[in-house]
């Protein structure tokens, strides 16, 4: 007799591929599963003009009506990129089962047609336009082309991609317009899953533009006291991955930041060891706190706490109150 696991997850060709993975996975490790994918058309996939703040941030916008339909029962498990969950909250009554290997985990530019990394670099008074919906991007964006103008820019990653293609602008809630962009930046692991990593023009190191918590991971969270589910899916969470959510995540517990203020955290392991990137910034990317610690790789969170303290010690609270919505 097969054992249902309804995954809950986006519409998006991005969160659809993911949810593939995870589905492919459970299936090879477990056969007597029926895995049922189940789409949902979240608040952040049906408006695609207001920031999403309005909306809770990320969590609100894309991870709220599956985690919902999880407690109510009605599904097993929810797929979500770890980077969209809420680092400074708990949810009561839920728990990642799995995570999977990371996926490459830094952001990339992608150009219009006719248009070249040299030409936006050397863009004194040409008005270029990058778009992006993350603050984190837009904060560093400005940092590294202070004469380029950064917009509030939305959609799926293949929609974005069309957006740009088409010279289209992006409406605002008041019902105004900007762009149209000249340039996008967006995670690379968006772009290979939806095919896109032909129009990549420049891969930004860490040093450039660090990741933001949980980027490239693909988290899967299901009902704290579903034991069954919890079970399988330890057989598809892969260690190195969980070590990495676990650490970043503190950092985001630490700062008790929010979807308005641009922080990033990035670890990587070799060996026993883990070092924890991270960084505050300013919304316009003038202020800016970072700090690095390396410990021993199975005390993630011990470590994450280490480098949220460290930020806080060098003035990120200030930072991030100023970003606070009122």
């Given at each position: 007799m097969k054992i249902p696991v309804r995954i809950g997850t986006r519409k998006s060709v991005m969160a659809l591929a993911q949810t593939e993975d995870i589905a492919k996975q459970l299936r090879a490790a477990a056969s007597e599963l029926d895995v049922e994918i189940v789409k949902f058309e979240t608040v952040g996939d049906s408006d695609q003009i207001s920031k999403l703040l309005p909306h809770g941030g990320k969590g609100g916008a894309f991870v709220a009506e599956i985690r919902a339909a999880v407690i109510a029962g009605q599904l097993q498990a929810a797929m979500h990129s770890l980077k969209d969950m809420p680092g400074n909250e708990d949810t009561p009554g839920l728990v990642i089962g799995a995570t999977l290997a990371r996926d490459p985990a830094t952001d990339a530019l992608v150009l219009r047609e006719g248009l070249t990394l040299d030409e936006l670099k050397k863009s004194r008074g040409k008005g270029y336009t990058i778009g992006t919906n993350a603050v984190r991007r837009a904060a560093y964006a400005k940092r590294l082309f202070p004469e380029v103008n950064v917009i509030h820019f939305r959609g799926?990653?293949?929609?974005?991609?069309?957006?740009?293609?088409?010279?289209?602008?992006?409406?605002?809630?008041?019902?105004?317009?900007?762009?149209?962009?000249?340039?996008?930046?967006?995670?690379?692991?968006?772009?290979?899953?939806?095919?896109?990593?032909?129009?990549?023009?420049?891969?930004?190191?860490?040093?450039?533009?660090?990741?933001?918590?949980?980027?490239?991971?693909?988290?899967?969270?299901?009902?704290?006291?579903?034991?069954?589910?919890?079970?399988?899916?330890?057989?598809?969470?892969?260690?190195?991955?969980?070590?990495?959510?676990?650490?970043?995540?503190?950092?985001?517990?630490?700062?008790?930041?929010h979807c308005n203020s641009p922080m990033a955290a990035h670890s990587t392991v070799n060996g026993a060891e883990m070092t924890l990137h991270a960084s505050v910034l300013d919304e316009e990317g003038g202020l800016f706190i970072e700090t690095t610690r390396s410990g021993p790789a199975n005390r993630p969170r011990e470590l994450g706490r280490a480098v949220g303290l460290d930020l806080l010690d060098k003035g990120a609270a200030a930072v991030i109150e100023k970003t606070r919505p009122e």
């Open positions: 799926a990653a293949d929609t974005r991609i069309r957006k740009l293609d088409a010279r289209e602008k992006q409406r605002l809630p008041d019902g105004g317009e900007v762009g149209p962009a000249d340039a996008l930046i967006m995670a690379r692991a968006g772009l290979e899953r939806v095919g896109f990593v032909d129009r990549i023009v420049h891969d930004f190191t860490p040093q450039e533009m660090l990741p933001s918590a949980g980027q490239g991971i693909v988290a899967v969270e299901c009902a704290v006291d579903d034991w069954q589910t919890r079970r399988y899916l330890a057989m598809i969470d892969d260690p190195k991955s969980r070590l990495c959510c676990d650490a970043e995540r503190e950092v985001l517990w630490v700062l008790n930041g």
